[in-house]
């Protein structure tokens, strides 16, 4: 444990999350109306569905839910991810999962920062999907070291903040005093700069390659981009966004509608156009225009297997080729998502024996212990042990795509064709990342293994 002065991390995740939350609030007001939304669908689902809620669901009651966010940065050089990664750590956070993005055409590959032990998921499950630039996808050189050249200036973490990420690692921990200035200093490279650096020349040229390399080179420091609050029913919350007029994107990301929700499903609203000023050559300032920040609403369901992720991967590229552009036609892309998805078991006894999705078994409290020469199926059967479906705590590469795509102007824009390169994101990163089924079957068998030590004593 830790020592009697130091604050669980958990806490300083906590406080930043929610100190991170006020702050967008503030810059981007739509989003203050997406979480007053939000948290009226999940009200009105819990007092819905209160009686035939999954356990893991009731667990997350409305104070859970009404704190739980995710957020997405991006990120500039190997050096910038390096430090970040020693800063959520000071939060319990780490790199779980490598998401290649040029299977889609972007200039990024990226992880996930999250908390890893139950324990700490459920203390407070904030997650960081955070994107680092591959410069060396840029067909041009010349742009290559203007780019390296540009992000090489600046320097997003604040000396007081570094000094603190030292402190904390060398302590290892940080007491009050010291977690208050972490969190507030830490703020400052999350925060919007509305002043480019650039000129517009250089601002467009960037942007002409991509927009995500105007968005990631053009500013002072990795700006949140979107803080997703997570919903019981994102269909009641699709609509509620476009009653309310908020500019959704057409289609929900992700699985269908399901009896037993699986994975993740993500819809988001149009990023704004903000003003910004730009610099010219001779330092005056110039006013021009960025899109970059975006709201997002999310539903997680069930963890799957390498098996039943396999099953969706195929699933959904077969819905691609029939609905190869999903916006242009959200109907008919609904209509096929669901027919298609018929394929993929929608029971959970069924998921569970054909090894399709993880489970957390738990034991019924007052099991009778003449049970021990039943099999493990036989003690699930007599309701001794009980599978709860595990919650999918990570994402999902071809959604993520699809929430950047839809959230820069990509049209014109060439697609970056390339293959994954973890082994390089984690030499940056200094360490390997958790990867996720790993991690979800670890703690499946644990959860398996707790039970049955209690029944053969
Ligand atoms: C990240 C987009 C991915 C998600 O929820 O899949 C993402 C970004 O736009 O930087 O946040
Ligand atoms: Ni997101």
Redesign the pocket.
């Known amino acids: 444990m830790f020592e009697q002065s130091f604050i669980d991390p958990n806490h300083i995740r906590e406080r930043f999350s929610q100190a991170l939350s006020a702050m967008y609030r503030a810059e981007v007001p739509l989003y203050g109306s997406l979480i007053e939304l939000v948290s009226e669908v999940n009200e009105e689902y819990l007092q819905a569905h209160s009686a035939k809620l999954h356990r893991s669901e009731r667990d997350s009651d409305l104070t859970r839910l009404s704190q739980e966010r995710?957020g997405?940065?991006?990120l500039g050089t190997a050096e910038e991810l390096h430090t970040m990664r020693r800063f959520f750590a000071v939060l319990g956070m780490q790199a779980v999962g490598y998401y290649d993005l040029s299977v889609a055409g972007l200039p990024v590959h990226?992880t996930a920062f999250r908390p890893v032990a139950a324990r700490d998921l459920a203390a407070n499950p904030f997650r960081v999907?955070t994107?680092l630039l591959r410069v060396e996808l840029i067909p041009d050189l010349a742009l290559q070291d203007q780019i390296k050249a540009l992000l090489s200036q600046r320097q997003i973490f604040k000396p007081q903040l570094l000094a603190l990420i030292e402190l904390a690692e060398e302590q290892g921990g940080l007491n009050a005093e010291q977690a208050s200035r972490f969190v507030l200093s830490a703020l400052d490279t999350f925060r919007w700069h509305s002043e480019a650096p650039v000129d517009a020349v250089t601002y467009q040229q960037l942007k002409h390659i991509h927009p995500l390399v105007a968005d990631i080179v053009c500013f002072k420091g990795p700006h949140i981009?979107?803080l997703?609050p997570r919903t019981l029913d994102i269909d009641a919350a699709q609509s509620a966004m476009l009653a309310r007029g908020i500019e959704a994107k057409a289609i929900i990301e992700g699985p269908p509608p399901r009896q037993h929700p699986i994975l993740l499903r993500?819809t988001s609203f149009k990023a704004l156009e903000e003003t910004i000023q730009f610099q010219t050559a001779s330092g005056e300032w110039q006013a021009g225009t960025h899109t970059a920040r975006f709201g997002?609403i999310?539903q997680r369901g069930i963890a799957l297997t390498p098996r039943g992720r396999a099953l969706y991967d195929e699933l959904l590229a077969q819905v691609l080729e029939r609905v190869p552009q999903p916006e242009a036609n959200p109907e008919y892309y609904s209509y096929v998502l669901q027919q298609v998805f018929q394929a993929f078991p929608d029971d959970l006894t069924v998921l569970r024996r054909e090894g399709l999705a993880y489970f957390d078994y738990h034991l019924q409290a007052d099991h009778a212990l003449e049970t021990l020469r039943l099999s493990v199926e036989e003690l699930i059967q007599q309701g001794v042990i009980i599978p709860v479906p595990m919650i999918y705590e990570d994402?999902?590469p071809v959604?993520?795509a699809g929430?950047?795509r839809s959230?820069l102007a990509t049209d014109s824009n060439p697609a970056f064709n390339a293959q994954a390169n973890q082994q390089a994101f984690e030499q940056a990163l200094g360490v390997g990342v958790l990867h996720e089924f790993e991690w979800y079957a670890r703690m499946e068998k644990q959860s398996l293994e707790r039970c049955l030590a209690v029944l053969h004593g």
């Open positions: 995710h997405a940065i991006r990226s999907f994107s981009n979107h997703t993500q997002e999310e994402f999902l959604s993520a929430i950047f959230n």
